[in-house]
């Protein structure tokens, strides 16, 4: 089992930043691929961003791709996901998700553990 915590959510003007943290615990945090994803309550959970376990590998959204960065600290079981010139389309509840194995980051199915939320407002 893991268990995903997420963190550093709020509101924020458009244009400002924030940055999301999701800490680890349980099992071997660097042995998973980690996945930030977001939903709002008229839309399906999207990919937002992912990077392998070794962070050799990160992915990002087209809408997201150039304002936010994804990162991790295998030391200390945690992974960031820094988010600049935010704009109002990026409120949402954020959600961070751990997979294992060989799948596609880029889609909630190869996830098998997730945290619980945290929820970005960007105002206008």
Not at 61 to 82: E, P, Y
Request: proline residues 3%; charged residues 20%.
């Amino acid at each position: 089992q893991v268990q995903l915590v997420e963190s550093g959510g709020g509101l924020v003007q458009a244009g400002g930043s924030l940055r999301l943290s999701c800490a680890a615990s349980g099992r071997t945090f660097s042995g998973y691929a980690m996945g930030w994803f977001r939903q709002t309550p008229r839309k399906e959970r999207e990919f937002v961003s992912a990077i392998r376990w070794n962070g050799d590998r990160v992915y990002y959204a087209d809408s997201v791709k150039g304002r936010f960065t994804i990162s991790r600290d295998n030391a200390k079981n945690t992974v960031f996901l820094q988010m600049n010139s935010l704009k109002p389309d990026d409120t949402a509840a954020y959600y961070c998700a751990a997979g294992a194995g060989p799948f596609t980051v880029t889609t909630p199915r190869g996830y098998g553990y997730w945290g619980q939320g945290t929820q970005v407002t960007v105002s206008s």
